[in-house]
T-cell receptor, first 116, second 115 residues
Framework: DGGITQSPKYLFRKEGQNVTLSCEQN?????MYWYRQDPGQGLRLIYY???????QKGDIAEGYSVSREKKESFPLTVTSAQKNPTAFYLC???????????????FGNGTRLTVT | AQSVTQLDSQVPVFEEAPVELRCNYS??????LFWYVQYPNQGLQLLLK??????LVESINGFEAEFNKSQTSFHLRKPSVHISDTAEYFC?????????????FGQGTTLQVKP
């Protein structure tokens, strides 16, 4: 079955450590996204990538970094500069092209990061 | 700038009762609209979408939403809910002319169906 795999499901880190969240998709989608979800705040966009080797900052990119070396993979690094890293992180992809932005997002099952 | 407001953070309802989850958006241009559902500790799943054409759109599990351009709303309704509908629901919008594919999400509404 095609889909998006996020790993691990739960992640615990000490404050001051960088941590990388994995996101892999086998949907052959061009575009990939990272969202952060906090209770009562909906989803906020961290970074997105529309093509390999290119990515753009979303609304809350500070303290995060990404790479897009392969079409299938879009890992997110939460750095020690992120002041409130504890959250639920969701990766998504879509088959959008320049002429079609009505394809729905497909989401992974998320990674719950807890930093203490 | 676009924004989405979901007017209720929580909606408690008894099983088999009707429900409406409200969504209003702000945009000066043409938009596409979506409703997503999220079950506990899972990602979001697309429930239904409005792109163009008929303003009433339906999902396979009995939900429907109506696009109202004059009121900039896209409320989600179901005539009779089940316990299994308990979840969080997100309304989302994107400009139809967008070249980034960035969805803007509302804050979410938790639907609690009681027996």
């Amino acid at each position: 079955d095609g889909g998006i795999t996020q790993s691990p499901k739960y992640l615990f880190r000490k404050e001051g450590q960088n941590v990388t969240l994995s996101c892999e998709q086998n949907l052959n989608h061009d575009a990939m996204y990272w969202y952060r979800q906090d209770p009562g705040q909906g989803l906020r966009l961290i970074y997105y990538s529309q093509i390999v080797n290119d990515f753009q900052k979303g609304d809350i990119a500070e303290g995060y970094s990404v790479s897009r070396e392969k079409k299938e993979s879009f890992p997110l690094t939460v750095t020690s500069a992120q002041k409130n890293p504890t959250a639920f992180y969701l990766c998504a992809s879509s088959g959008r092209t320049e002429s079609s932005y009505n394809s729905p997002l497909h989401f992974g099952n998320g990674t719950r990061l807890t930093v203490t | 700038a676009q924004s989405v407001t979901q007017l209720d953070s929580q909606v408690p309802v008894f099983e088999e009762a009707p429900v409406e989850l409200r969504c209003n958006y702000s945009s000066s241009v043409s938009v596409y609209l979506f409703w997503y559902v999220q079950y506990p500790n899972q990602g979001l799943q697309l429930l239904l979408k409005y792109l163009s054409g008929s303003t009433l759109v339906e999902s396979i599990n009995g939900f429907e939403a109506e696009f109202n351009k004059s009121q900039t709303s896209f409320h989600l309704r179901k005539p009779s809910v089940h316990i299994s509908d308990t979840a969080e629901y997100f309304c989302a919008v994107i400009e139809s002319s967008s070249n980034t594919g960035k969805l803007i999400f509302g804050q979410g509404t938790t639907l609690q169906v009681k027996p």
